[in-house]
């Protein structure tokens, strides 16, 4: 949601039926550029609807429209602020009647903005690889000066891509702009001002609803053909400018233009491991925690780190602890710091001073904390089928939720737990009512599975350790 940068205009909601072959357009007055109004259609996690609602309000001052097609969300700001053959022929007829100009205004100003930023991190690039190259600099014989100094600058660059394969893509920006020359650059600006460039586009199609005679590639293809004739564009599948999206969910349609090229689910993580949670996720579960400045928040299962890594970047006012039992998940969250940093002085251009973010292998059920010294505890727990059992999960489950009582602040502290099997962890929630109180549960579709996410406060009530005699004392699981 925080990297939106403008948007597309009014999205239509068109009706079709299937024993009626005229489409219903609303189309309000269009304003001046200054004054555009637009309206942005943000896909998010789905059950998180609203707590996305809930951070265009408060970011954004803007209220939203919860699509009837869970995980869509549309708000509306200033662009300073940034029978089959029947249905088929109106999804033709729907092209010229849309308001265009607006949309494609919009998605102008957004495409000379990512222009600018791209100029900025190559800009940023070349200085810091100049202070890199400036700091390692060797005496060396004068004869070999041209010949050193060409190689060491692809060099660094390279050694570093081997040691720190997450650094891929920016290394490879870097060896590209040793490469290429001022002239070709001019040479290309210049091309592009006096030669009218044809956009190339194509047409995605999502569908939703089982009352449709036709498929998401018959829409996508004689939707896709209409605005072709009506723009004269190219199609290109891979190597297109603009994207047209086509939502349609049971007789509601949307249309829209793609603002980002790509989701936004896996920023920040380059090590991934069997069960890497989507950072989108895990950044609706933090908000979810309500995190304040200064407080501890730990991931006690943390795998490759998407939650704490999420949490380091956003909320950089408090201090994450990223914990895991496995070795190898614990050495991916680890990398996927490092990397996150690596990007961060590349953008910045200059060195810096780290994240507020910690990496440590631990025992889930005897945590090397303080009792009472965490404030906010949010984990994916396993679900029983990629990463441990259920069978497991029964003993698993009772002595995790006892030893995050344990850590967590009384009265203040909050846990936001992530599991989809809802059964076992009922049952160990019911066991623990004296230290966890649920205030909210959320229900999230996790690669297919209905999972929840559930919201508890510390009780006021002091952690009582176990005693000997009750034979619950050493490892619980």
């Known amino acids: ?40 259609g943000a896909t998010v996690p789905t059950g998180f609807e609203q707590t996305a609602a809930d951070e265009v309000r ?31 022929k109106d999804f033709e007829d729907l092209a010229g009647k849309l308001p265009w100009s607006n949309p494609l205004k ?20 070349n200085l810091s690889k100049e202070k890199i190259n400036n700091g390692q600099e060797v005496k060396i014989n004068q004869r070999n000066v041209k010949k050193e100094f060409t190689s060491h600058a692809l060099d660094s660059h390279i050694l570093d891509y081997y040691e720190n394969p997450a650094i891929k893509e920016e290394v490879s920006t870097l060896v590209g702009d040793d490469l290429a020359s001022s002239k070709d650059e001019t040479d290309e600006s210049s091309k592009e001002e006096t030669e009218p460039q044809v956009l190339k586009f194509r047409v995605t199609c999502n569908r ?23 723009f004269k564009w190219k199609a290109d599948m891979t190597n297109f400018d603009v994207e047209v999206l086509l939502n349609i969910h049971d007789n509601e349609v949307i249309v829209g233009i793609a603002l980002t090229e790509e989701s936004l689910h896996r920023r920040n993580i380059t090590h991934f491991g069997p069960t890497t949670l989507r950072s989108t996720l895990a950044y609706g579960m933090l908000r979810l925690c309500d995190p304040l ?13 998407a939650i704490p890594i999420e949490g380091a970047t956003e909320w950089t006012d408090c201090f994450h602890i ?42 889930i059920c005897n945590l090397p904390l303080r009792t009472g010294s965490v404030d906010i505890i949010v ?37 936001v737990l992530l599991t989809q099997d809802t059964k076992c962890f009922t049952k160990a929630l019911s066991g623990m009512r004296h230290v966890w109180r649920k205030v909210d549960t959320v229900w999230v579709n996790v690669g297919g599975l209905r999972a929840a996410v559930y919201v508890l406060i510390r009780t006021p009530q002091a952690f009582v350790y176990p005693s000997e005699q009750d034979g619950e004392k050493g490892t619980l699981w």
């Open 208 to 230: 939703a609803g089982e009352k449709h005679c036709f498929t998401s590639n018959e829409a996508a293809r004689d939707f896709g053909g209409a605005v072709q004739d009506y």
């Open 1 to 40: 949601m925080c990297d939106i940068e403008e948007a597309t205009n009014q999205l239509l909601d068109v009706n079709l039926h299937e024993n009626q072959s005229s489409v219903q357009v609303t189309e309000s007055d269009l304003r001046s550029e200054s004054e555009l109004l637009v309206t942005i």
């Open 58 to 88: 408060e970011k954004l001052g803007s209220s939203c429209k919860i699509s009837r097609d869970r995980g869509k969300i549309y708000f509306v700001i200033s662009v300073e602020s940034l029978a089959q053959e029947e249905v088929l």
């Open 106 to 125: 919009v998605w102008k100003i957004n495409a000379s903005f990512k222009k600018k930023k791209a100029k900025r991190k190559k800009i940023n690039q």
């Open 379 to 415: 984990t994916d727990l396993p679900f029983g089928k990629r990463m441990g059992s259920k069978k497991r999960n029964w003993n698993l489950y009772p002595a995790c939720l006892r030893e995050m009582s344990r850590v967590c602040t009384p009265t203040t502290g909050r846990a």
């Open 322 to 363: 990223a914990g895991d039992n496995n070795p190898l998940a614990v050495n991916r969250a680890a990398n996927n710091i490092a990397s996150l940093l690596t990007k961060s002085q590349i953008k910045e251009g200059k060195p810096s001073w780290g994240l507020p973010i910690d990496a440590v292998q631990w025992d």
């Open 293 to 305: 400045p200064y407080d501890i928040i730990v991931d006690p299962m943390c795998g490759t780190g």
